[in-house]
């Protein structure tokens, strides 16, 4: 699953893309639909990646704006269509049919999503709602997690970090899903802290496997 990060790139990106297409809407009506269609993505995108960092994913809300979002994308395809002289309504009509449905996946994809880590999640949730800074449940969590949301596993471990900095495991835990990634300079200095706090994790940094607290 796409982290709030990749969803606001992903957003930006549609927006930079929606002013190319308004370039050459000059040239061709077409490409003035295509014009507010990435303008519409990119709002959702952004949109979905604001609430991504909220600490609770309220699903009813975000469902309602991206119906909003849907419906406003409807309302000015239904007008621009409509206006005098404006010909290609087959290809407009098509490409709107294309972003909509994109939409709907998209939003759907990501329930799905985070309706799996919730899942996976819950026994470890509802011993922190007891103890907040239980590093174990914490540990226990983001590895978990890392299949599923590799940015919220993070985040276990940057807490666990926050509780106790001596924490060995977690230093090492947090380089294994920085390499995975892919930021290996970054992660060559928490295999380091690891390394420094207890050498017995030389094996464990050759391994690059997660370590679990029973």
Not at 193 to 207: M, R, S, V, W
Request: proline letters at 2%; charged letters at 20%; a neutral charge.
């Amino acid at each position: 699953m796409k982290d709030s990060n990749q969803w606001i790139k992903q957003g930006l990106l549609f927006l930079f893309l929606s002013f190319l297409f308004y370039f050459f809407s000059f040239i061709d009506q077409t490409f003035y639909i295509i014009f507010l269609l990435n303008i519409v993505f990119s709002v959702f995108g952004v949109m979905t990646g604001l609430f991504l960092k909220r600490q609770h994913f309220n699903k009813n809300i975000y469902l309602i704006i991206t119906t909003i979002i849907v419906l406003i994308l409807l309302v000015l395809m239904y007008q621009t269509t409509i206006s005098p002289g404006y010909s290609n309504k087959l290809y407009s009509y098509i490409f709107a049919v294309i972003y909509i449905l994109g939409i709907i996946w998209s939003a759907y994809n990501l329930i799905h999503e985070l309706d799996k880590t919730q899942n996976i999640s819950k026994p470890y949730d509802e011993a922190l709602e007891i103890n907040p800074d239980d590093t174990r449940a914490l540990k226990n969590k983001g590895a978990s997690l890392v299949e599923v949301d590799i940015g919220k596993a993070l985040d276990c471990f940057d807490k666990i970090l926050l509780i106790n900095p001596n924490d060995s495991a977690a230093w090492h835990n947090k380089a294994v899903l920085l390499d995975k990634q892919g930021k290996h300079r970054e992660a060559l200095s928490y295999y380091d802290k690891a390394l420094e706090l207890d050498p017995g994790f030389k094996q464990a940094k050759n391994d690059n496997k997660i370590i679990l607290e029973n």
